[in-house]
């Protein structure tokens, strides 16, 4: 085995112990829960509508709280929603908000295919939505207060836009006037002011709330490198928990359900993260509330919420509180001028960049700028992949001098290996003399492909989890990086109209498209700067490795191959014109010739 083909073994098991030990060391945070925060028994649902928060401590301890009724949805009134990035609509039922489409986003490539629905009514499948409240403190019951079933009017507005906030309104029956308005931008941001007028002779407290509630698991990419579930921020500290991991929450009896309660004291938000979209609950920072996750088993309800802190209403006094909803794609742009203009602390965060994020955050923003210059995510990729081996070219260029400088030595390790014979410790002592006296270093080959490895897996995390990518044209029937190559010879290779085999079938796995095709090529290429092993079984290995790698990646997203495929030409490039200036000629062809000939066996004479 030559030392190149060494080299490469030997990183790709260094990384997998770098990544191992990283794992170990530095395990994922587990949330900070506190069963023990300042909350009563949750409100049982009746079916179909969320949980309500409970009611706020008080020094009287309330009644037990009632339980909300089902209520269809179907009929209630509602307030359209109309901007340049979402169209939807308000239920006055509870003022959900609870039908949101992204314009801007389609389900497929198909001309026809529908835009993307994020959020949808109880009374729908796949149940998800927004709801507002307060809940009761003092003498006050869940009936003096807006909840889930409560119909509100319409006071001001009559389509949400981004220049018309609507105003709705609800009379207690205990006298207090409640309002809630809503504004929205030109991208995916709900403002939400709450507000309590307080017209009685009596004195009044209560608690604002905020819930995000998804009826049933919905269905998730469920890949490895993919966060999808909540997602929180809690001070500084990213909290993510998988659908399952609600699942296995521990039950907090003042919750009435599966919960983690944490308290923030500063800055947070919370909400559910998909793939492309999320929702997100987010009090204005520097505020401290209570941040809950929790899963209903009786309703199969999957909620987050944020409780600020208890209100004081003077009589004759007006409150208000405030804050937002993220309801939208996860536009890299979108979610960092939100960081930066709202004072989101850690929001950019809410992008699953995985453990690599002093890597992809980097290469993704210089990705992001290089699309935006170019016009073509495709050949952004390819520049991308210029930059990186620009940047490693001081190192490959190191390894590459001590592979030829290795090549050079080549005569005298065989006369070393034929004087040692069989003794092992001899042979190691004399190379290790050769290498001293000849100054190489046979390792200076590893770290240039250890380094690529996480660059490798930071890029396929960008490409993977980045909505920008999604849909992300290149050229021809390349029309989604994001996805697998659409080519195969059962469309030949594009050419004809008809779709390739569904990813992850049989079929796709051997009717493989261009993409794949020409990565195996350029690997095999590759191989053939160096003579084949001597060994038979080594060269028999080294041989199948690049088409293994072909039908292996094959299925992989086609903005990775592309960058792979970048990759090989130029790591050819430069190890072919290295090798020329150190006086080493590679015979490319006479090693492709020689792989085609068939070895006559020995004969003893």
């Given amino acids: 085995m030559d030392d190149q083909n060494k080299n490469l073994i030997l990183a790709t098991a260094l990384s997998f112990l770098v990544i191992l030990v990283w794992f170990l060391v530095f395990p994922p945070e587990e949330p900070v829960s506190d069963p023990n925060a300042p909350a009563q028994v949750a409100e049982q649902a009746g079916g179909d509508v969320a949980l309500t928060p409970p009611a706020a401590i008080t020094e009287a301890a309330p009644g037990a709280a009632p339980q909300a009724t089902t209520s269809s949805t179907s009929n209630a009134p509602r307030l359209p929603i109309e901007t340049p990035a979402v169209e939807g609509s308000i239920s006055l039922l509870g003022g959900r908000i609870d039908d949101l489409s992204l314009k801007g986003y ?102 604002p709330y905020g819930i995000i509630a998804r009826h049933g698991e919905p269905e998730t990419v469920n890949f490895f490198v993919l966060h999808e579930g909540v997602v929180a921020m809690a ?73 600020l802190a208890t209100q004081s209403i003077a009589a004759g006094q ?27 602390v850690g929001f950019i965060d809410s992008i699953d960049w995985g453990w690599f994020y002093f890597l992809t955050k980097p290469i993704f923003f210089v990705l992001h700028e290089l699309n935006l210059l170019i016009g073509n995510m495709g050949v952004a990729i390819i520049v991308l992949t210029l930059l990186i081996k620009a940047l490693l070219l001081p190192l490959a260029w190191k390894s590459y001098v001590s592979m030829a400088r290795m090549k050079e030595l080549q005569p005298q390790m065989e006369k070393l290996k034929e004087k040692a014979g069989d003794d092992r410790q001899k042979l190691q002592v004399a190379m290790m003399e050769l290498y001293k006296k000849e100054k190489v270093n046979p390792a ?40 697998p190559d659409p080519t195969s010879i059962m469309n030949l290779f594009g050419l004809l109209p008809n779709a390739a085999p569904e990813p992850g079938s049989i079929l796709a796995l051997v009717f493989i498209g261009i993409l794949p095709l020409l990565l195996g090529i350029s690997m095999w290429l590759q191989q053939k700067l160096n003579p084949a092993p001597t060994d038979p079984t080594q060269a028999m290995i080294f041989a199948w490795l690049p088409w293994v790698f072909m039908f292996m990646l094959g299925t992989f997203a086609s903005g990775l191959i592309v960058y792979w495929i970048a990759n090989n030409v130029i790591t050819f490039s430069q190890q072919y014109f290295i090798m020329r200036r150190h006086g080493y000629k590679p015979d490319v062809f006479g090693n492709i010739t020689a792989s085609f000939k068939k070895k006559k066996p020995t004969e003893d004479k």
């Avoid at 994020?118 to 909840?147: K, M, R, T």
């Avoid at 409560?150 to 389509?159: F, K, L, N, Q, Y």
């Avoid at 993510?240 to 938000?269: C, H, K, P």
């Fill in 444 to 483: 200076a080959g590893c770290l240039p492909i250890l380094l690529q490895i996480p660059i490798f897996f930071s890029l396929y995390k960008v490409i993977f989890v980045t909505i920008e990518l999604r849909h992300a044209p290149f050229f021809g029937p390349f029309q989604d990086l994001s996805a």
């Fill in 106 to 207: 389609n389900e497929t490539l198909e001309p026809d295919s529908p835009i993307v629905r994020l959020l949808s009514p109880v009374d729908q499948p796949g149940a998800y939505y927004a709801l507002y409240g307060w809940a009761p403190a003092g003498a006050l019951s869940f009936d003096d207060v807006p909840g889930a079933n409560t119909v509100w009017s319409v006071e001001a507005g009559e389509t949400l836009s981004v220049d018309t906030p609507v105003t709705l309104r609800w009379d207690s029956p205990s006298g207090l006037i409640f309002r809630r308005t809503i504004a929205i931008d030109e991208d995916f941001m709900f403002s939400i002011a709450q507000s309590v007028e307080n017209p009685t002779e009596t004195s009044q407290r209560m608690q």
């Fill in 235 to 307: 001070d500084g500290g990213l909290i993510e928990s998988d659908y399952d991991d609600m699942l296995d929450y521990d039950f907090v009896e003042r919750e009435g359900a599966r919960a983690e309660v944490t308290q923030i004291e500063e800055n947070g938000w919370i909400g559910f993260t998909d793939k492309n979209w999320m929702t997100t609950l987010i009090p204005t920072p520097g505020q401290p509330f209570t941040s809950v996750a929790k899963y209903v088993a009786s309703a199969d309800i999957y909620q987050t919420e944020t409780r």
């Fill in 318 to 344: 007006t409150v208000s509180v405030e804050s937002h909803l993220f309801a939208g794609a996860k536009e890299w742009e979108a979610i960092r001028g939100y960081e930066k203009d709202l004072g989101i």
